[in-house]
């Protein structure tokens, strides 16, 4: 690999840090680990080619340009910490990837990816569904830029969209909870 290859990579690699939160390699190699799969399950999962996920995980690629993919991702997110800590068994993460696999995206905010115990969206489900709103419209620069220019009118909207449009995860959980009544 030369330099200007390395150079794109290391530049896609943080493109993906920005907009998913890390690394796309990072982020699938561990929902292989934690789901017991290998790169053509995942992909099959995903509903993504093998070699696309392959460039994504290289940082030869570093968008996921369709809509329903990225929640099917931050879906198997979910369901990797679940199985993670043991709160699903082997076969009902095998039975849940299954539901994911055939799941077409469906509404920005859904509802039906519950916590076992309240039977409410977890605040990270939520958290992600917006960035990955956000994320499919615009690229971090982009929000970013959006958010200087809102600024001195809105800084509330501003800081909004920077926290959730190009900020890490865990800001924007913190947000989220800071502003709850």
Known sequence: MDAAQQDATARAR??????????LGA?????????????????????LSAPM??????GQRAKIGNPA????????????????DGRVSAAE?????????????????????TTASTGAPTVRRVVREI???LRSVSAAGD????ADTLAPTHPELAEFLRV???????EAVAHYEAHQS
């Open 14 to 23: 943080e493109l993906q840090r920005s907009w998913y939160g890390e690394p």
């Open 27 to 47: 982020l699938f190699r561990r929902l292989i680990d934690d789901l017991g799969l290998n790169q053509a399950r995942l992909a099959a999962v995903l509903g």
């Open 53 to 58: 996920l392959s460039q994504l995980m290289s």
């Open 69 to 84: 993919v990225v929640q099917r991702v931050q879906a198997l997110q979910e369901l990797s910490s679940q199985a993670a």
């Open 93 to 113: 993460a095998a039975e849940r990837m299954e539901e994911i696999k055939k799941s077409a995206g469906g509404s920005v905010l859904n509802t039906t990816q």
């Open 131 to 133: 960035q990955s709103l």
């Open 143 to 146: 929000i970013i830029d959006a």
């Open 164 to 170: 959730y449009g190009a900020g890490r995860t865990a």
